[in-house]
């Protein structure tokens, strides 16, 4: 089981570098009107949310669950470099609703939808190995 952490630690670190490098480039050439300010604290708790995710994922036996925990990174890293790169805060170009809508960004669409297939696979990986669940550690 430890020798595959290492190709799964691998694949979440590509797919969080790809889908990192996606966002910044929308953000780049998407024009926008909105912006939203994160704390230096928040992005300290970034930072500190893809370490965990990049250390701990990859022990659980599902390629899915490393790319689910990839895709959240790379929203998590697109954000976290947004914040040292733009100084008028987060740039959000997508918009639903100009008056009273919703602005957000690709960052954000990666980081909910890799949580989602993060915890979908652990959950059916717990569901599959439900027998191991007892066992020490």
């Known amino acids: 089981m430890?020798?595959?952490?290492?190709?799964?630690?691998?694949?979440?670190?590509?797919?969080?570098?790809?889908?990192?490098?996606?966002?910044?480039?929308h953000k780049?050439?998407?024009?926008?009107e909105f912006h939203h300010a994160r704390t230096s604290f928040v992005a300290v708790m970034?930072?500190?949310?893809?370490?965990a995710l990049v250390v701990l994922v990859p022990r659980v036996p599902s390629n899915a669950a490393a790319v689910g925990a990839g895709i959240a990174c790379g929203g998590a890293l697109g954000n976290l470099i947004s914040?040292?790169?733009?100084?008028?805060?987060?740039?959000?170009?997508?918009?639903?609703g100009r008056t009273s809508g919703v602005a957000f960004?690709?960052?954000d669409l990666?980081?909910?939808?890799?949580?989602m297939l993060?915890?979908?696979?652990v959950a059916v990986h717990?569901?599959?190995?439900r027998h191991e669940l007892g066992q020490r550690v």
């Open 2 to 25: 430890l020798c595959s952490v290492k190709p799964r630690r691998t694949l979440l670190v590509c797919t969080a570098v790809s889908f990192a490098a996606i966002d910044l480039v």
């Open 28 to 32: 780049s050439f998407a024009p926008t």
């Open 46 to 51: 970034m930072g500190v949310v893809i370490a």
């Open 83 to 96: 914040v040292l790169a733009w100084s008028q805060g987060v740039p959000d170009p997508l918009v639903i």
């Open 105 to 107: 960004n690709l960052a």
């Open 110 to 115: 990666f980081a909910l939808s890799g949580d």
């Open 118 to 121: 993060l915890l979908s696979a």
């Open 126 to 129: 717990g569901v599959r190995h």
